[in-house]
Nanobody, 121 residues
Framework: QVHMVESGGGLVQAGGSLRLSCAAS????????MGWFRQAPGKEREFVAA???????YYADSVKGRFTISRDRGKNTVYLQMNSLKPEDTAVYYC???????????????WGQGTQVTVSS
């Protein structure tokens, strides 16, 4: 059974930083693409960033240059460093994994429970 747990969310002022973590339960995640998505109230879940099995990464235009995704294979953990946060970054952030190189949430098979990020103005 695949199990993923996010942590690190919270309340931060605009311009601040947070680091999200996603701990996975299976070592096979080293061969998966690990992604972060977010969902704001009343909006669809959208792609934020992902890191492939070979550690190459890609980002949504809205976060490029501000967010950084990374992974620690020894800890089975993926991180999302978020800098220069804006109120529009407020959302529930979800960790996901799948055998994909895309940004469509339907291509990701495994999901965490989500962690709330709130950015105040």
């Amino acid at each position: 059974q695949v199990h993923m747990v996010e942590s690190g969310g919270g309340l931060v002022q605009a311009g601040g930083s947070l680091r999200l973590s996603c701990a996975a339960s299976r070592r096979t995640f080293s061969s998966y693409t690990m992604g972060w998505f977010r969902q704001a109230p009343g909006k669809e879940r959208e792609f934020v960033a992902a890191i492939r099995w070979n550690d190459s990464s890609y980002y949504a235009d809205s976060v490029k240059g501000r967010f950084t995704i990374s992974r620690d294979r020894g800890k089975n953990t993926v991180y999302l460093q978020m800098n220069s946060l804006k109120p529009e970054d407020t959302a529930v952030y979800y960790c996901a994994a799948g055998r994909t190189t895309g940004t469509d949430r339907r291509e990701y098979n495994y999901w965490g429970q989500g962690t709330q990020v709130t950015v105040s103005s």
